[in-house]
């Protein structure tokens, strides 16, 4: 593994990389939890729920990776807006998800969607002047 010669994308790539990881094993061990997650009109809920858990985990493994990285960069923003209509569903039903704090936070959740795609955008990039190639 090689990681950019910036510490602070450096930093950035590997939080990206173990937090992908995480949240992808988290689909596993609390299923309930991205179940309810899931918009009604949407089939095969828990089937989606472990798909898009084995894409976390395998975009957060590919951004350790520079051969994969730009690849697994545009994977995790490409995931991201694919589960972009669960938070929608959580902003347009509060009331089924009082448990994760005040209704604010699940308006604020959906700006930070698009954080999250420019951070992992930012990361897979190579940096400038350097050797490493883009797929």
């Not at 995480?22 to 179940?35: A, I, K, P, R, S």
């Not at 604010?104 to 190579?126: E, S």
């Amino acid at each position: 593994m090689k990681l950019p010669k910036s510490r602070i994308k450096a930093a950035a790539l590997l939080w990206a990389s173990a937090s992908y990881i995480v949240v992808g094993v988290l689909h596993f061990t609390h299923v309930d939890f991205f179940l309810a997650m899931m918009p009604p009109y949407l089939p095969l809920h828990l089937e989606l729920v472990w798909a898009s858990g084995v894409f976390e985990i395998l975009g957060g493994l590919g951004l350790l990776v520079p051969k994969t990285r730009r690849f697994a960069s545009f994977g995790i923003m490409a995931l991201l807006l694919a589960v972009y209509p669960a938070n929608i569903h959580m902003m347009l039903h509060p009331d089924q998800f009082a448990h994760l704090g005040p209704e604010w936070v699940l308006y604020a959740r959906m700006p930070f969607q698009f954080v999250f795609m420019a951070w992992v955008y930012w990361v897979g990039t190579p940096e400038t002047g350097s050797r490493e190639t883009v797929p």
